[in-house]
């Protein structure tokens, strides 16, 4: 079966840096999309940045310049490059995974990230 564990999260003050880590298991990772979300508490889910099979990617505008998604095929690994940490980016980040990047069925329990002032 799929499965996503998500690391790395923390606390770090406004200004630094994080980098989350997906390890996915139970799945061709290289013919899969991947995704980071994030929920912040009385918030609704974000999709945060999506990276496609292929290795193409996007991102939400409140994070571009700053976060970073990449993947390591050999490690069925997906990463997000946290810089410029702001507060607003404290929340839940989870990783997700699906065949197509339409609709993701595929999640992982979260790490939290928290950015203090």
């Known amino acids: 079966q799929v499965r996503l564990v998500e690391s790395g999260g923390g606390s770090v003050q406004a200004g630094g840096s994080l980098r989350l880590s997906c390890a996915a298991s139970g799945y061709t990772f290289t013919r899969y999309c991947m995704a980071w979300f994030r929920q912040a508490p009385e918030k609704q889910r974000e999709e945060v940045a999506v990276i496609e099979s292929a290795g193409n990617t996007r991102y939400a505008d409140s994070v571009k310049g700053r976060f970073a998604i990449s993947k390591d095929n050999s490690k069925s690994t997906v990463y997000l490059q946290m810089n410029s940490l702001k507060p607003e980016d404290t929340a839940m980040y989870y990783c997700?995974?699906?065949?197509?990047?339409?609709?993701?069925?595929?999640w992982g329990q979260g790490t939290q990230v928290t950015v203090t002032s």
């Open positions: 997700a995974a699906d065949r197509y990047c339409g609709a993701f069925h595929y």
